[in-house]
């Protein structure tokens, strides 16, 4: 069930389903392997990743998006950082408008539609400004949908402006629990604690 806080300004309730804290894994393409890891110096290294995204809202009428990815290896563990993001997303009239910098010194505008009838989110790169240290990338295209509870997503990217898309990243993540409702259950807790077992 997607909530709708009281407090979201009102041009964002069809980015509702974005709200909270999500977790999960995916698989990327395209990444150099750090050093040790073999496959140096090319830019087709696939890897799965871990991924932490939050979207939050303070009244404003933006969505607030900070994502942090890690690499994993072939046992779930977390060896390394990947990549991270922190944009502010809204909306007029169901379309998206997205301003959003990356660490590798890559700033986008990304504009985007919400789907008619369902929780989806098609997105497109508008402009792309670089560092001179920053990976080749002059756009891509990304899809958001929330799917049975779980919020997944999927991007492709190009090089130059030139080359065709290709895939990038796809994640499947699952809502993180919010301290803040297991607070609201501790009234119902006995004192002791230890009676709870009994």
């Not at 932490?52 to 390394?80: I, K, M, P």
């Not at 301290?179 to 259950?185: F, H, I, K, L």
């Amino acid at each position: 069930m997607i909530e709708i806080p009281a407090d979201l300004h009102p041009s964002l309730v069809p980015l509702a389903f974005l709200l909270g804290t999500w977790q999960g894994a995916g698989v990327a393409e395209g990444f150099e392997p750090p050093a040790g890891e073999g496959q140096e110096g090319t830019d087709s290294g696939a890897c799965n990743f871990g991924q932490q995204a939050t979207f939050s809202h303070d009244g404003r009428d933006f969505v607030e998006y900070v994502s942090h990815t890690w690499r994993l290896d072939d046992e779930g563990n977390r060896l390394g950082p990947l990549e991270s993001e922190h944009g502010y997303w809204r909306v007029r009239d169901r379309q998206i408008e997205i301003v959003m910098i990356r660490d590798q010194g890559v700033a986008e505008i990304w504009y985007g539609e919400l789907a008619d009838g369902k929780p989806q989110i098609d997105l497109a790169t508008d402009a792309v400004a670089r560092t001179p240290e920053s990976p080749a990338y002059s756009g891509g295209k990304r899809l958001y949908g929330y799917v049975n509870g779980d919020l997944m997503w999927v991007g492709e990217k190009k090089a130059t402006p030139e080359s065709p898309l290709r895939p990038y990243m796809s994640a499947q993540l699952k809502k993180a629990v919010d301290p803040r409702e297991w607070v609201a259950d501790l009234k119902d807790l006995p004192d002791d604690g230890i009676a709870f077992f009994r």
